[in-house]
């Protein structure tokens, strides 16, 4: 019952390091809580599950529950939220207003994750009840882009949601932060005709993928961010294209399991880092080695070759 706090680290990070020892001054003060280190890329599965998207990275965990997390190496805030965490575990009538209010600002957070958020049983492609199941199936049908949340894969959230909306079953969609309804309600909306105006269409993947490799001259799809690469070979091709001058854009493909497995199909190039150009796809790593050491990079990168 006692809190666990995750630390998600990656070797070639100094920062995780330097959290290290924040956790290490951590445990000594507070002999009650948990500390657990985990190396982000050796756990993929894991990383993914809770949206690991750069490190170090602190999940928060009571009764097997994540309550918490904070991204980046915040060590201020770091200790703030284990101690507050920590002293919580004995309640008060305050403590219980401030983690109402804490959950609710959680709740708004998720709510506003994407433009159509439905909170469902299971997930759009495993479904755990019939109502979940036909709500999917309404969506899809009409073709509209939303984002889910399996209200299975955290209590807080499952019984939070039904107080903040006022709604006491799942599913519940939302649109723009504002809440449409159940299944009953989204029948009702596909009858009249409505729901293609409430509800945001989805991209043509391709159309999508066109839009994301053209949204800057030169665009890198990578594990992680520019600050924060995820594997060895992003870091590598971030420091080469740092080394040039050139401004570029990145996209995380750990953050979107469809362009992630489409954008290989549709440039036909099957690893990651990808490097594009005008929209035009120069290559990988070991490509983009070979044109710094012949002097041919900047030149490509600058749109003159």
């Known amino acids: 019952r006692s809190l666990v706090v995750v630390h998600f680290w990656a070797p070639w990070a100094p920062q995780c390091a330097q959290m290290n020892e924040v956790i290490a001054a951590l445990a000594k003060e507070l002999t009650q809580v948990t500390f657990v280190k985990?190396?982000?890329?050796?756990?993929?599965?894991?990383?993914?599950?809770?949206e690991i998207s750069s490190v170090p990275t602190f999940l928060f965990f009571k009764n097997s529950q994540k309550v918490d997390r904070l991204d980046g190496a915040h060590a201020p805030e770091l200790t703030k939220k284990v101690q507050r965490h920590a002293s919580s575990s004995?309640?008060?009538?305050?403590?219980?207003?401030s983690a109402k209010e804490d959950l609710n600002v959680r709740l708004k957070k998720l709510i506003n994750a994407a433009p159509c958020m439905l909170f469902m049983?299971?997930?759009?492609?495993?479904?755990?009840?019939?109502f979940s199941k036909q709500m999917v199936e309404i969506l899809n049908k009409h073709g509209v882009s939303f984002s889910s949340f399996d209200i299975f894969s955290d209590e807080e959230v499952r019984q939070g949601l039904k107080t903040y909306s006022n709604w006491?079953?799942?599913?519940?969609l939302y649109v723009a932060g504002e809440l449409i309804g159940g299944l009953d309600i989204i029948k009702e909306l596909e009858a009249s005709g409505e729901l293609d105006t409430v509800c945001p269409k989805a991209q043509n993947?391709?159309?999508?993928l066109k839009s994301l490799i053209n949204k800057?001259?030169?665009?890198?799809?990578m594990k992680g961010s520019k600050q924060t690469a995820k594997c060895g070979f992003s870091k590598q091709i971030i420091e080469i294209i740092n080394s040039t001058g050139v401004d570029y854009e990145t996209f995380d493909i750990l953050e979107?399991?469809?362009?992630r497995q489409g954008l290989k199909t549709y440039s036909n190039w099957p690893t990651y880092p990808q490097l594009y150009v005008k929209g035009e796809l120069v290559g990988g790593l070991?490509?983009?080695?070979?044109?710094?050491?012949?002097?041919e990079l900047l030149p490509i990168l600058k749109g003159e070759n």
């Open 38 to 50: 985990l190396e982000a890329e050796a756990v993929p599965e894991v990383s993914e599950k809770y």
């Open 286 to 295: 070991d490509i983009v080695k070979e044109l710094k050491e012949s002097g």
């Open 216 to 221: 800057a001259p030169v665009m890198l799809f």
């Open 256 to 259: 979107d399991e469809e362009v």
């Open 205 to 208: 993947l391709e159309d999508r």
């Open 90 to 97: 004995s309640v008060s009538a305050g403590s219980n207003d």
């Open 121 to 130: 049983k299971g997930s759009p492609k495993e479904p755990r009840c019939g």
């Open 168 to 172: 006491p079953t799942y599913p519940q």
